[in-house]
């Protein structure tokens, strides 16, 4: 795991607006590692993912379920 990537890209993104904004647009792991790489961070969408919460003392980071779900039961029509 590239924590040392990780870390230095969460110090930054406090830092840069231009990364930030570019970060608060998207949705996934994935793409915010795309980001990242784009400004020479390199680390993959899992490795993001499984980051302890407590990797920088100042720094939240939250994770969210955005995966999709369906109710096709009895009610889902």
């Keep these: 795991m590239s924590i040392e990537n990780i870390k230095n890209f969460l110090i ?3 830092r840069n607006r231009l990364l930030y904004q570019e970060v608060s647009k998207v949705g ?3 793409e915010i590692a795309s980001i990242a790489q784009k400004f020479g961070f390199k680390f993959s969408g899992d490795e993001l993912k499984d980051i302890p919460n407590n990797l920088i003392e100042g720094v939240k980071i939250k994770k969210q ?7 096709f039961g009895e009610g889902g029509n």
């Design 12 to 14: 930054e993104l406090q």
């Design 28 to 30: 996934t792991a994935n």
């Design 65 to 71: 379920d955005t995966s999709p779900s369906y109710n």
